[in-house]
């Protein structure tokens, strides 16, 4: 129990400190780039704008801090939410976390834009994160706060079989006995039954 919850505050606060990271980083004012951005609702056109109008580096920068920026999602989330569909469940919290800061940077922050490629790429982050690592340490956390006595029962405990009954070889042995005891008596009969036939002749 005491591992568990320190792995729950751990992951919580984590959790608490990439929200803070992730506000910083989306809900910063950028006056200078209030004239040059523009809300994008089109899946791709940012990609594409990347690949034709920015360096290999700075397209690397941009897609691939928005990929490491979902990352945390897909390894934090899958603990805290139930062990049933967490896959899934990871996903559409991400996607509805990101799709409010989106529509507050458009709405609200100076230089800042809704773009729906941010969305997918954080998304695709927060998939990633989930298969790297995420995925392992859920289900580490799930089995062991489901079934903690399987932690302190020893092996060979568990693997013992069920005692067989101790009446089955009595029973098995006095068969035995009343089968040798009726060969015996056929073979006397025709014993006697030769020795007389003998006389006879």
Known sequence: ML???TILVAVFLAMVGFSVVLAKVTLTPSPASQDLVTSNLRPGRSLRQYAEDYTFL?????????LVLGMPFGV??????????R???????????????????????????FDIDDIILNTAGALL???VLGRRLSHRYHVLAAEPWRETV??????????????AKPTAKRTGRAATSWTRARQGVRTRLTRRRGRKR
């Open 154 to 167: 020893p092996a060979p405990a568990r693997r013992q079989k069920p005692a067989r009954p101790r009446t």
């Open 76 to 85: 934090l989330l899958p603990v805290l939410v139930p062990r049933r569909l």
């Open 58 to 66: 700075a397209a690397c920068k941009q897609a691939g801090g928005n």
């Open 3 to 5: 591992l568990q919850v």
């Open 87 to 113: 896959m899934v469940r990871m996903v559409l919290l991400t996607v509805l976390v990101i799709v409010v800061v989106e529509l507050v940077q458009g709405a609200l922050v100076a230089g800042r834009a």
């Open 129 to 131: 994160g989930y298969l």
